[in-house]
């Protein structure tokens, strides 16, 4: 059912012809939300059915109410979708005015670099006399102002309501797999979409490898007429999504290896992680700000993009000078006559092992790993984890991350068996994260590195010993402590 059959429904149950605003006055698939003249859509969700709140819905206002089942209610317009969460989408772009038509919209996919690279675009934008805003897993940003973020793509209403508030001229948005098979997008047009990578990561969500691309692929079907697609090919899904977006039609801007690319790369630098592309027959180099191979890819799509929109390669080159750090992305904190300590948000295996590269590229003496699994999540990666650290470090240290609803004994012992099916003699448990940090740092000396990896940004869900409330916190407060021993050491 589209925007079009809906309004058409709403024209045939009232006695005066109607649009969008005339009737309703908002959109919503929470009962909570409901207020007189809400059009509320009831979405079966994972673990609550919205059907089960249509009276609660009616009884605040609802004068539309939209479901999978035939309903019937006196005063109430009721439509039967098969569909939901679409019609949701449908209904809330519809009621907003279709938002994303009236600015130019930047979607970024994939498993890794998403915040990177969309941060990167949101710089480009900046320096290049553009106001940008962002919907991300760090934050949201509409009209220079920040708004907290719930989840990486927010619910299609919220999203929709954002869209219309925002006077930016560009919009950047991280598009997850979840928000595209929920269709939290639907309704949002594209100027350009991004395709990072593919590596395992969500498969309790999406089964398969197969499902989890397609979910991805749908963002490139939602491209504005004359919207262009920038891939990395050298990632092999891209490839795969390249050569049907091909054979579709759709304009790209390939980046990879591949002579036949738009973006040619030749070589890169791992010293001053650079790289020597081909460019319309030109040879350019492009050198990340960020460290790491795969900052690399992640600066060269953000090139991508920015050649699209006109940029030239030295002003880009320029702006991304100035490229502030990125909150949980590879973040440095040097400890006095210490280890380097790095905070990452990496929780797969294929970003561990970048991370970690990244590190023993910068000269690490000896390495020392510290990371989790977040409980009831994807557990077909967890071992690969381990191997990954296992293969890349010198100690590695199993911890607790966000346990969810998986009980304190209940993942400690999963850590235990973790360890003895995938681990080594390289690798511990200290389920207390602070402690594990702690222990980490405090055995580790002036040329080793400390990575700490799974929850980067984003703040603890449980207590533990050192009442901090994210790692960056604990690291922080262990170099407040090591700068006042040395000082009282020198009184």
């Known amino acids: 059912m589209n925007v ?7 024209n045939q149950n009232t006695n005066k012809k109607i649009d969008a605003h005339s009737l ?3 959109v919503t698939d929470d009962s909570r939300n409901v207020k007189e003249g809400y059009v509320f859509v009831a979405v079966r969700g994972y673990q609550v059915d919205g059907h089960d709140f249509i009276e609660e819905a009616v009884e605040k206002g609802a004068s539309v109410v939209v479901s999978e089942e035939k309903v019937e209610h006196d005063g109430v317009v009721c439509l039967e979708t098969d569909n939901g969460r679409k019609a949701l989408g449908q209904i809330a772009s519809a009621f907003y005015g279709n938002p994303s038509e009236d600015k130019i919209v930047i979607g970024v996919t994939g498993t890794n670099g998403k915040t990177t690279t969309s941060h990167m675009i949101k710089h480009l934008c900046e320096k290049n006399g553009y106001s940008c805003g962002m919907f991300g897993t760090i ?16 619910s299609a209403p919220l999203l929709q309501k954002l869209l219309a508030e925002s006077k930016d001229d560009v919009v950047v948005m ?17 100027d350009f979409a991004v395709f990072t ?12 490898m197969d499902s989890y691309f397609e979910a ?8 504005k007429p004359g ?23 759709t304009s790209m801007c390939k980046v990879g290896h591949h002579l036949e690319n738009e973006m040619i790369v030749q070589e890169i ?11 319309n027959g030109e040879e350019r180099n492009v050198r990340s700000p960020l460290q790491g191979t795969h900052n690399v890819y992640n600066t060269l799509e953000a090139y991508g993009v920015g050649l699209q929109l006109g940029f030239s390669f030295s002003d880009m080159e320029n702006a991304l000078q100035s490229l502030p750090g990125i909150r949980g992305r590879f973040e440095l904190y040097e400890f006095e006559n210490g280890p380097t300590v790095v905070i990452d948000y990496a929780h797969t295996a294929d970003s561990i092992e970048h991370v970690l590269d990244t590190a023993r590229q910068q000269g690490a003496a000896s390495l020392t790993h510290v990371f989790g699994f977040r409980g009831d999540r994807d557990v077909s990666k967890r071992g690969e984890m381990i191997g990954a650290s296992s293969i890349r470090s010198d100690h590695y240290i199993l911890t607790l991350d966000d346990l969810n609803t998986a009980g304190y004994e209940e993942m400690v012992s999963t850590l235990e068996d973790l360890q003895k099916e995938y681990g080594d003699s390289k690798g511990r448990i200290i389920p207390d994260r602070t402690l594990a940090i702690e222990e980490a740092i405090m055995n580790s000396g002036a040329e080793d590195w400390v990575v700490i990896t799974g929850k980067g940004h984003e703040n603890y869900q449980q207590d533990y010993h050192y009442p901090v409330k994210s790692d960056k916190e604990m690291v922080e407060d262990m170099k407040r402590k090591s700068k006042s021993a040395k000082k009282d050491m020198m009184a």
């Open 174 to 190: 991280e598009v997850s797999s979840h928000g595209l098979a929920q269709y939290r997008l639907e309704g949002v047009t594209f």
């Open 139 to 154: 934050d949201y940003v509409v009209n220079d102002k920040v708004v907290p973020g719930i989840q990486t793509t927010p």
């Open 227 to 249: 919207g262009k697609s920038i891939i990395n090919t050298d990632d092999a899904w891209g490839e795969k999504l390249a050569n049907r977006l091909e054979q579709e039609g």
């Open 4 to 10: 079009e059959q809906i309004m058409q429904l709403l």
């Open 197 to 208: 990578n593919l590596y395992k990561d969500h498969l309790d969500y999406h089964d398969s």
């Open 24 to 26: 309703i006055t908002g």
């Open 216 to 223: 991805k692929s749908k963002l490139f079907h939602m491209l």
């Open 269 to 279: 630098n791992t010293d001053d992680f650079s790289a020597c592309i081909q460019y």
